[in-house]
């Protein structure tokens, strides 16, 4: 049984995040266009989940970037010869929200779809959550790289793909490590008998807490992608 403090922090929470994603978004359509296009989805999803941070982040790192209404894009290649010798938190953490938002968007799909389906797989639906969450998180996840690493190498379709897959599969693995920790612990401790379902918001609450551990768990692995060169310094 949800009690009734956690479902009106749950509503509080995920009001507020839809606030600031809806402003974060507006000002993206408004003009303020990310140099990489691919950004203009990643910082709306980054404050879907992490909230006023998210928006706090895209006000600090984001929107200072943003190309000015009427300036044409960017060529997207490398502005550096080679990795980072050290990057920095503000590089890792474009890094980590940029997997973090095709993560965020596959396992939205699939949980939502799960639910409304009533689709089980092993005779649990924690694995059935866990393994479609994986596939559409790291289909997602793919997608997105590619549409950074390709146009920042110039490179073609396959190349592009390959490096993609490179440069995300570590990232995504150590962000889906984090958030199934924390499923596995709201499922299984907090409420074995009757978890919240993915038509109450303390379900999408809690998935937001279990999206920001995994933020938090990816963090170290896109500074090591990045640092030898396998993800490219955003």
């Known amino acids: 049984m949800v009690p009734g403090w956690l479902e ?18 507006l000002d993206i359509l408004l003009g303020r266009r990310q ?22 982040a895209y006000w600090k790192l984001g929107r200072p970037d943003a190309r000015q209404p009427g300036e044409g894009s960017s060529g997207g290649h490398r502005g550096e010869d080679g990795p980072p010798s050290r990057p920095s938190w503000r590089t890792v953490f474009k890094a980590t929200s940029h997997c973090g938002a095709g993560c965020t968007l596959g396992d939205a799909i699939a949980e939502t779809s799960i639910f409304a389906m009533g689709i089980t797989l092993f005779g649990s639906k924690l694995a059935t ?18 549409f950074t690493i390709a146009p920042m190498r110039d490179l073609g379709p396959w190349e592009g793909l390959k490096a993609a897959v490179k440069a995300d599969t570590i990232s995504l693995v150590a962000f889906e490590v984090g958030m199934f920790a924390f499923m596995a612990i709201n499922r299984l401790i907090w409420f074995p008998s009757n978890p ?34 396998l993800k490219e310094a955003m």
């Open 196 to 229: 919240p379902e993915p038509n109450t918001t303390t379900y999408w609450f809690l998935m937001q807490l279990a999206m920001i551990v995994g933020f938090a768990t990816s963090f170290p692995a896109n500074w090591w992608l990045i640092r030898v060169g």
């Open 35 to 56: 140099r990489m296009a691919i950004m203009d989805l990643v910082w709306p999803i980054t404050a879907l989940y992490f909230g006023p941070i998210g928006l706090w």
């Open 8 to 25: 009106w922090v749950s509503k509080i929470a995920v009001a507020v995040s839809m606030v600031s994603a809806g402003i974060v978004g």
């Open 129 to 146: 959550t866990y393994l479609l969450d994986f596939v559409l998180a790291y289909g997602f996840g793919v997608i997105f790289q590619f």
